[in-house]
């Protein structure tokens, strides 16, 4: 699902069955370090996970993405 409001905040895509957080960040989180940090610790203390990756390397090798979802999710399912 893209864009799901949880709480206060809106994630880029969730997966309810995996407790998956999946965010995307670009250029509109330059300099939101901090407050992306503070939001991530949030998230996950209500056990969700949160795998973050950068636009530009989504589009530059989304294969690589993909690899590091399902590496995730092969993780979690072991659990």
Same mark, same amino acid.
């Given at each position: 699902?893209?864009?799901?409001? !949880?709480?206060? @905040?809106?994630? *880029?895509?969730?997966? /309810? $069955?995996?407790?998956? !957080?999946?965010?995307? *960040?670009?250029? /509109?989180?330059?300099?939101? @370090? $901090?407050? *992306?940090?503070?939001?991530?610790?949030?998230?996950?203390?209500?056990?969700?996970? %949160?795998?973050?990756? @950068?636009?530009?390397?989504?589009?530059? *090798?989304?294969?690589? %993405?993909?690899?590091?979802?399902?590496?995730? !999710?092969?993780?979690?399912?072991? $659990?």
């Amino acid at each position: 699902m893209r864009q799901k409001p !949880i709480d206060n @905040y809106i994630v *880029d895509f969730f997966c /309810s $069955k995996l407790k998956l !957080i999946i965010e995307v *960040d670009g250029i /509109s989180h330059n300099d939101k @370090y $901090k407050r *992306d940090q503070i939001r991530q610790q949030r998230l996950e203390s209500w056990g969700f996970s %949160v795998l973050r990756f @950068y636009e530009k390397d989504i589009k530059k *090798d989304i294969r690589a %993405v993909i690899g590091a979802i399902e590496d995730w !999710i092969e993780k979690f399912e072991k $659990k």
